[in-house]
């Protein structure tokens, strides 16, 4: 299903080539489709969602507090409405805590002890379709900091 048609006129250059074009938006976030009155169809592809960059705790860094509770950040992504967070402890071996949705970009996790975590995030648009994760990014909690 496409969304309604936009027509909309080009000057390709300039008092010279007068383009007639209509185009839509399909619904599955594929881009848009233009034709220009024959049977040529061209798709411009929609942006493409980028992996979020983890802001905080650092990468290698240790998180103190005697609450257990971290807050994990990272940057926007044009286009995106939602980020999905995985977050995983070592207790031997690495095991999920943390497998949850957001339309921000933080969340607050509580951690069940002092282990080492590591954890990524990424981005879905509004047809949830997925962006790149991000590469892990790994902390020590220590909570007798």
């Not at 390709?12 to 619904?27: L, P, Q, S």
């Not at 409405?81 to 509580?110: L, R």
Request: proline content about 4%; some cysteine; glycine content about 12%.
């Amino acid at each position: 299903m496409r969304y309604g048609w936009v027509s909309f006129c080009s000057l390709v250059a300039a008092g010279a080539i007068f383009v007639f074009m209509a185009g839509c938006e399909d619904n599955k976030g594929d881009g848009v489709v233009i034709t220009d009155g024959s049977t040529t169809t061209t798709t411009i592809p929609a942006a493409a969602l980028v992996a979020p960059t983890q802001t905080a705790p650092a990468n290698g860094s240790t998180v103190t507090g005697a609450g257990r509770d971290a807050t994990l950040t990272w940057t926007a992504v044009p286009g995106a409405s939602s980020y999905h967070v995985e977050a995983e402890a070592n207790t031997g071996t690495w095991v999920n805590f943390v497998n949850a949705g957001t339309s921000g970009t933080s969340m607050s996790v509580h951690f069940t002890g002092d282990n080492q975590c590591r954890w990524r995030v990424w981005a879905l648009d509004a047809a949830d379709n997925p962006g790149p994760m991000s590469g892990w990014s790994t902390f020590t909690f220590d909570s007798d900091g």
